[in-house]
């Protein structure tokens, strides 16, 4: 069983590959996807739509902010 698990675990990885590792710059295309907003928090309300790039200052207007992304799985 276990090995069903971890042939399973593989395959999952081979068709779900990671795009960034520690270090790396998210792109421009990445920083323009558009998600809308489950929880409210500061500006933002629920149903609202926000992306990457309402933070970086080159892509709206000069307003440079630094964030923090925790991408954590409990596996």
Known sequence: MKFFYFLC?????FIFPQTYCAGD??????????FEVCYASGD???GNN???ADFNG????GDYRI???DMSATW
């Open 25 to 34: 710059e998210v792109g421009i295309e990445h920083q323009n996807t558009i």
């Open 67 to 69: 964030i923090f992304i």
């Open 58 to 61: 080159d892509l709206n207007g």
């Open 44 to 46: 933002y309300e629920v």
């Open 9 to 13: 675990l593989c395959l999952f990885s």
């Open 50 to 52: 926000w992306s990457l």
